[in-house]
Structure formats: C-alpha cells, structure tokens
C-alpha cells in the first residue's frame, strides 16, 4: 500500500513539476511570439514547452531528435507572423530548454554522489522548474508587454547566429550515441559538455536579450518617423498661419486697390484683381482629402510633397471622422506607403500614384499603385546602401495589420507596384498581447 501512494505521490510531483517548468517556459515566450487566434493554440504551445521539458536529455542519447521535431512543427503551429521570426525564436528556446535538461540529466548525477543516486530523478524534475523559474526571473523587467517586432532581414541575423548554438547543442549530445562501447569517446563528450552545454544556454540568453534590444531600437526608429511626419504637418500649419497673417496684414492695401479699379470704372480689372486675391494660398485653405482628421493632414502632407517633385497624384479617399483604429497606427500606414511610393516612382518616366482608400461594409482597405522606377528585392528590403526604393516601413506596416487581423499584400505587378492592406475594423480593436 505504501509502494502505491509513494509511486502516486512520484507521479503527481512529476507532473507538477512539469506543470511549473512550461508555465515558465510560456512566460518566457509569450513576449517572443504571436498566437493563431484562440485559446487553443496557447494551451497546445504551453504543452509543448511543458512535455518537451520534462523529456531526458543524456549525453549521447538520441531523444534530442526525437523532441526536435515535434517540438517545432507544434511551435510554428500555434504561432503566426513572420516564419523567419517564428523559427529564430523557436530554435533559441529549444536550445535553451534543451541545454537545460541536457546538463541537469548528464551531470548532476555526478555531483550528487552514489549516497543520492536513487533521489536523482527526483532531484533532476525538480530542478528544472527551479532554473527555468530563475531564467524568467532574470528577465522578467526586460520582456515586453507587447510581442516585439523586427524587420525581416534583423530575423535572418537572429535566425543565422541561433543556429550555432543548435548545431553545438546536436553535436555535443549526439557525438557519442553508443557511448557504452568506448569509455574513452564517452569521457571526451562528458568534458565537451561541460563547455557546450553552458555555452548554449549562455548563447540562447544573449540571443532573447539582443531581440529585445533590436526592437527597442525599431520602436524608436518607428517613432522618429512619426515624429518628422507630425513636423512636416506642423510646418504646414505653421506656413497656413504664416499666409494668414500676412493676408491681414496686406487686406487694406488690397481693398484700396480694388476701390481705386472701381472708381475709375474698370470692373475687369477690379474682377481679375478679386480672381488672384481669392486664388491666394491663405484664402484656399488646407486642403481637403477625407473627413478624418488625422488622415486628412497626413495625406495633404504627402500631396504637397508630391506636387514639389512633379508627380502627379490621384486620391480617392473616403474615410469617416471617427475610425475604429488608432490614429498612431493610422497615420503610419498611410505615411510609410506614400513614403514608399514617392520613393519607388523615382526615376520613372510618368510618375503617377494612386490611391484608393475607404472604410466600408467594416473593412478598412487601403491601395497604393507607383510605377517602378528601379529593380525591387524578392523580400522588399531596402537599405541606405543601394537604390532600392521599396521595404521601409512595410515590417511596421505587416505589423499593424496583424494587430488588427488583417492583411498585407505588396510587390511589383506590371512594371508597377501595388500595396493592398485590409482590415477588418467592424467592432475590431488591436489583438491582445
């Protein structure tokens, strides 16, 4: 009776502290990734994190491919966004977790002495929850509310250098798979190990804490790029003012002009003087493109820049005053696409852009066309390096759009190139992080 409750009591500890190990695991990774909506995609990746902790992990076993694997085809599951995002952060959790489990399953036997050996996988599934705990703690002040988001080429880098750490963590555990056959090659892993496997763990760290820092810097580039967009509209009104003034200023010559063309009979005169007092910027006031406010001073913005490079612009926008999306994530779609346009259509022969943009029937669609004036890169990017016009700002726009649920769609299309971004915003409000 006792050897039952005490192989009961094992059972439920075992899963306890399973339990503990992909609670913190899934804290550690919440701040990483996006989940497919549904409760169901987190419950499937917190089980993942919590079974894959509790595999064991030895020095020349083979269960590291086993769990390989599994482990990522049900990470890339249950998560969305970007694939390159999604598989760098995949791979430097599984690094860290497995580095984990390999050291405390291949050495801490050895330190616990032949006195413990029969405590030590009690001791090994209770050291896990332990260090994986400390490694949320340590970087619970740095992790995001909101999951971070980087451009497509900064998840490449990331995705590049986690594979050192996988590619050691392989070798380390499976360089000695029949290790009972040589006792020499068994010892020479066991010493690699110890370097390999912290190196690892090390290495994963670095890598979540460089993300981190990566995104940090993109919010802020995001940021400046708002802040010079909201300047080019305060220059605006503060030109609008300026005329203004200056109209007040000049009105009583203005209209001693025109009493004197009266006075002395000529109408035509008088009429055409009215005809250029009216035609004044001062008089015309800010242009009107749409009856939301925010959207209204981006685009005339953009118009004006627009009309100062000789290109020629064709909106059709109709958008409410009262929007159910953000002004800040408003304004930078609108920006980085006409920005990106304005780009793209230099060194083309007839640049005229297009732009359609409306909220109906709860979806805001949003169509900008340029012709291509330059190659495009297959990934969009851009850089200040080459010429390539497109790809800044669009991981910001992709971003957005996924908050929102929605869509984003961009490339070239007979010799033009068209953005098309949809977003549902019915009772839609930016998904939860």
């Not at 791979?91 to 405590?119: K, N, P, R």
Request: charged share 20%; net charge positive.
């Amino acid at each position: 009776m006792l050897d039952v409750l005490w192989k009961f009591w094992l059972y439920v500890g075992y899963f306890l502290t399973v339990a503990a190990s992909g609670f913190f695991l899934y804290r550690l990774c919440v701040p990483f990734v996006r989940f497919r909506r549904g409760r169901f995609w987190k419950a499937l990746l917190f089980l993942t994190l919590a079974g894959t902790s509790g595999m064991v992990i030895w020095i020349g076993d083979p269960n590291l491919l086993y769990t390989l694997p599994v482990f990522f085809a049900l990470f890339l599951l249950s998560t969305r966004g970007d694939r390159v995002g999604r598989l760098a952060v995949c791979v430097i959790l599984f690094c860290l977790e497995m580095s984990v489990c390999a050291l405390l399953d291949s050495y801490l036997q050895l330190l616990s002495g032949d006195d413990l050996y029969s405590w030590y996988d009690v001791v090994t599934r209770l050291a896990r929850p332990v260090v994986f705990g400390g490694l949320w703690l340590l970087l619970r002040r740095r992790l995001p509310r909101e999951p971070v988001v980087l451009s497509r080429q900064l998840w490449k880098l990331v995705l590049g250098l986690a594979a050192m750490p996988l590619c050691a963590l392989i070798a380390v555990v499976l360089l000695t798979f029949r290790r009972y056959e040589s006792v020499e090659v068994y010892a020479v892993a066991m010493n690699q190990g110890m370097v390999v496997l912290p190196f690892a763990l090390l290495t994963s760290l670095v890598l979540l804490l460089a993300i981190l820092i990566l995104a940090d810097h993109e919010r802020l580039e995001q940021a400046s790029r708002l802040a010079g967009l909201r300047e080019v509209c305060y220059q605006g009104l503060r030109q609008q003012e300026t005329q203004v003034r200056r109209l007040r200023h000049d009105l009583r010559n203005h209209l001693t002009v025109i009493r004197g063309l009266v006075e002395r009979g000529d109408n035509q005169g008088a009429a055409g003087y009215l005809d250029q007092l009216a035609d004044s910027p001062a008089l015309r006031g800010s242009r009107r493109i749409c009856e939301n406010e925010a959207a209204n001073v981006v685009l005339a913005a953009k118009a004006e820049v627009l009309e100062r490079e000789g290109a020629a612009a064709d909106f059709a926008v109709s958008l409410p005053a009262e929007l159910p999306v953000a002004e800040v994530d408003l304004c930078a779609l609108l920006g980085n696409a006409l920005d990106n346009a304005i780009e793209g259509s230099q060194g083309a022969v007839d640049r005229r852009i297009t732009v359609r943009c409306k909220a109906d029937k709860g979806l805001f669609m949003l169509r900008v066309e340029n012709p291509l004036g330059g190659l495009v890169n297959a990934d969009l990017s851009t850089t200040k390096g080459d010429k390539t016009a497109h790809g800044f700002g669009i991981p910001g726009m992709r971003e957005i759009a996924e908050r929102y649920h929605g869509t984003l769609e961009a490339g070239p299309r007979e010799g033009r190139f068209e953005l098309l971004v949809c977003l549902p915003i019915g009772t839609a409000a930016p998904a939860a992080p």
